[in-house]
């Protein structure tokens, strides 16, 4: 079974636009970690949010915000405002404690989102 | 402060012959990654090194591939032979090591492998 989940195929937002990039996952540990990466076409992958299981709070960065539904598996990342430089394929990966903090991460296929001015 | 390279950022080679591909991390991360991402599909990890040892080697596909890191710092990764299906683009990561969920993988560019 898939751990990392992102079924969006493509994504457009309008420019200024908020937009939210769906990922569940499936984890029988109960501490892990959850992150988002931004990959543009010059392909480096960016680091963009960081989501806790223990976290009580959703956490945010800038215009990248988290809506972690724990109940339902879901760590679903939202961008407001979107810019034209915001057009990149995102991942979902998420790490779990019982391979260890500083373990290998498991990612999704990722989600192309595009900007339309 | 550089960020991680990884050289070369693209390799077209034949089938049976043997690539090297090169990582160098942040200055200062004991933690090394490797990560393979086939077309269409998972990034999906390879290996983990911490300083010059290899502290999780389960991703590595099969012997034809050989990764080592000689001092701790840069890391190579070795395909040879090379078939077809090692196709793909090859991420490195590297960490500082906090113990903690939140440390964070700082990723390089890639390397686009094309066997042909």
């Known amino acids: 079974a898939q751990k990392i989940t992102q079924t969006q195929p493509g994504m457009f937002v309008q420019e200024k636009e908020a937009v939210t990039l769906d990922c569940t996952y499936d984890t029988s540990d109960p501490s892990y970690g959850l992150f988002w990466y931004k990959q543009p076409s010059s392909g480096e992958m960016i680091f963009l949010i960081y989501?806790?299981?223990?976290?009580?709070q959703n956490a945010t960065e800038g215009r990248y915000s988290l809506n972690f539904q724990k109940a339902r598996k879901s760590a679903n990342l939202v961008i407001s405002a979107s810019q034209l430089g915001d057009s990149a394929m995102y991942f979902c990966a998420m790490r779990e404690l019982n391979t260890g903090a500083n373990s290998k991460l498991t990612f999704g296929k990722g989600i192309t989102l595009s900007v339309r001015p | 402060e550089a960020g991680v390279t990884q050289f070369p950022s693209h390799s077209v080679i034949e089938k049976g012959q043997t690539v090297t591909l090169r990582c160098d991390p942040i200055?200062?991360?004991?933690?090394l990654y490797w990560y393979r991402r086939v077309m269409g599909k998972e990034i999906k990890f390879l290996l983990h090194?911490?300083?010059?040892?290899?502290?999780?080697e389960s991703g590595m596909p099969n012997n034809r591939f050989l990764a080592e890191r000689t001092g701790g710092t840069y890391s190579t990764l070795k395909v040879q032979p090379a078939e077809l299906e090692d196709s793909g683009v090859y991420f490195c990561?590297?960490?500082?090591?906090?113990?903690?969920?939140?440390?964070?993988?700082?990723f390089g560019p890639g390397t686009r492998l094309l066997v042909l």
């Open positions: 989501q806790g299981s223990y976290d009580q």
């Open positions: 990561a590297s960490s500082h090591p906090s113990g903690t969920m939140k440390e964070t993988q700082y």
């Open positions: 200055s200062g991360h004991d933690n």
């Open positions: 090194f911490v300083k010059e040892s290899k502290q999780d």
